[in-house]
Nanobody, 123 residues
Framework: QVQLVESGGGLVQAGGSLRLSCAAS????????MAWFRQSPGKGREFVAA????????YTSDSVKGRFTISRDDAKNTVYLQMNSLKPENTAVYYC????????????????WGQGTQVTVSS
């Protein structure tokens, strides 16, 4: 079993930056794809970004491309989401997720989830 714990959320003004972290523990695997999703009131869970087990393939949603960057540090069992030029529309609860092995963007295909961290962007 794998446990994922997100951190780094908070309140930031539009145009600011935040870095989210997701620490993995338990029965982790270096073959896991790691991803970030988000959910805001009135919306379903939305794909944000994913990174392959090797770190060689990265994918980001068109809505955040050029502003958000996903990365991983396997030595620390941690995945990051660097969020720059934040907009009020980015306000949501952000969730870390993992699956083995294929990179997918559908939340139902991910096996492990963190508890979420709130990101609020003020105008």
């Amino acid at each position: 079993q794998v446990q994922l714990v997100e951190s780094g959320g908070g309140l930031v003004q539009a145009g600011g930056s935040l870095r989210l972290s997701c620490a993995a523990s338990g029965r982790t695997s270096k073959t896991y794809t790691m991803a970030w999703f988000r959910q805001s009131p009135g919306k379903g869970r939305e794909f944000v970004a994913a990174i392959s087990w090797s770190g060689g393939s990265k994918y980001t949603s068109d809505s955040v491309k050029g502003r958000f960057t996903i990365s991983r540090d396997d030595a620390k069992n941690t995945v990051y989401l660097q969020m720059n030029s934040l907009k009020p529309e980015n306000t949501a609860v952000y969730y870390c997720a993992a699956r083995d092995t294929q990179v997918l963007i559908t939340p139902q295909r991910y096996d492990y989830w963190g508890q979420g961290t709130q990101v609020t962007v003020s105008s």
